[in-house]
């Protein structure tokens, strides 16, 4: 731990040739291509902004910075809708015997289809993005759906989840244990459990969610090389139970091998599952306990998704844990650009990559850290802004207030 109180881990066999590595084939080209495809046939789809950072990457002495803006996705201010609207409509084209390159979305809305499946409740326990894209997903699709949110949660987004349809609670459980009482649920009522997180006999449909996620780095990718641009050196990735990240750190693994990018991984202090897992050193992951209190509610998790941690392990380059005052520090910059930079209203878990790079830039302290990763004046570095403000209240008391200052 470093005087600024960020942990890290460097992975050393990352970069090894091992055929042992889990493969990533799940983030093919092939695969991609389809889940492209079907998120095209929304009538709500299109491409979210890329933005180029050039001032600030003077500042911070680096050939490029590119921040990838979820705020603007389906309009739903978070990215989440790309996995869980891809997971549902796998699973009914499952119940109707089709293939996902087989369907659009029009299709699965028809009357013909919803006579055929009839009424479907989805279940979901989630921190608000992840649960809102589900229920966006169900409505659009003639189907219902019920969201589960751990205690603690902003009532803005459980508003925001009801507005989409669903019936909505805040429960009196942490994340991890939402998420139990949402496939408890699930299973009495005969409903479906569509979660962002795998374990020992679900995997299905977190793979489907995980692949979802896709869409956004391999629309990343193609705006990058549109620009003109040789890919990212650095990749900065946030995590909670790590589909995110795993999705996006399969995707890289796969097309671009041992040519990838450097892949740095970042969660909260109080809820560093996948860190935590990396530093047992046994290839297993490790949960963490307790309320998993952190500002970046959106990575509020405590036990890893079994299929991403396994990805996460062979082929990202670095795990951190940060304190709240990272994410908070990424939020101000992102709100308060330099000269011509474009303003990108980030929330707290789209902003703490953006805060960690900032740091290792500035600080002597993180001079070590900055040397492993080999982050210099010819780095290109891309940073996935995951959500916008999801909770205005607590976004204006880190911009307009101050709150959670840096060290």
């Not at 003109?228 to 693994?253: C, E, I, R, W």
Request: include cysteine; aromatic fraction near 8%; hydrophobic fraction near 40%.
């Amino acid at each position: 731990m470093s005087s600024l109180q960020i942990e890290y881990i460097f992975n050393k066999r990352a970069r090894k040739d091992n055929a042992s590595k889990v493969s990533v084939g799940v983030m093919s080209k092939e695969e991609m291509e389809n889940v492209r495809e079907f998120h095209k046939s929304f009538s709500e789809y299109r491409v979210t902004p890329l933005h180029e950072l050039d001032n600030l990457a003077g500042e911070f002495k680096v050939e490029k910075i590119w921040v990838k803006d979820e705020a603007y996705r389906f309009g739903l201010n978070a990215f989440k809708v790309l996995g869980g609207s891809l997971a549902i409509g796998k699973y009914l084209g499952q119940r109707l015997g089709k293939q996902i390159e087989e369907l659009t979305f029009e299709k699965l809305r028809s009357k013909e289809v919803k006579e055929q499946l009839g009424d479907i409740t989805f279940v979901t326990a989630t921190d608000g993005n992840h649960g809102r894209g589900i229920a966006w997903a169900a409505r659009q699709l003639r189907q219902k759906s019920v969201v589960f949110m751990p205690k603690g949660s902003s009532e803005i987004r459980l508003e925001n989840i009801k507005r989409e349809g669903a019936q909505a609670y805040i429960t009196d459980y942490n994340y991890d244990d939402a998420v139990r009482y949402a496939d408890q649920y699930a299973k009495q009522h005969g409903d479906v459990v569509v979660q962002d997180t795998a374990w020992e006999g679900y995997e299905d449909i977190p793979l489907w969610i995980m692949q979802g996620y896709g869409t956004l780095i391999d629309e990343a990718i193609e705006q990058i090389e549109a620009l003109g641009q040789d890919k990212p050196t650095h990749v900065f990735l946030q995590v909670g139970v790590g589909s995110f990240a795993g999705a996006v750190q399969g995707y890289l693994a796969s097309k671009y091998g041992g040519k990838r990018p450097v892949t740095v991984i970042v969660e909260p202090s109080t809820a560093a599952c996948i860190y935590k897992s990396a530093k047992a050193n046994d290839g297993k992951p490790h949960a963490v306990e307790g309320d998993l209190t952190t500002i970046m509610s959106g990575l509020a998790c405590g036990v890893p998704n079994t299929i991403s941690w396994e990805i996460l392990r062979d082929y990202s380059d670095m795990y951190v844990a940060c304190p709240d005052y990272v994410a908070a520090r990424g939020v101000r910059i992102l709100a308060s650009p330099l000269k011509e930079d474009p303003q990108i209203v980030s929330g707290e878990s789209g902003a703490v990559g953006l805060g960690l790079l900032s740091l290792l830039m500035e600080k002597e302290a993180l001079k070590e850290m900055k040397g492993l990763l080999k982050i210099n004046e010819e780095s290109k570095v891309l940073l996935i802004s995951t959500e916008g403000d999801t909770d205005p209240a607590d976004y204006r008391r880190i911009v307009w207030d101050g709150a959670f200052p840096s060290r």
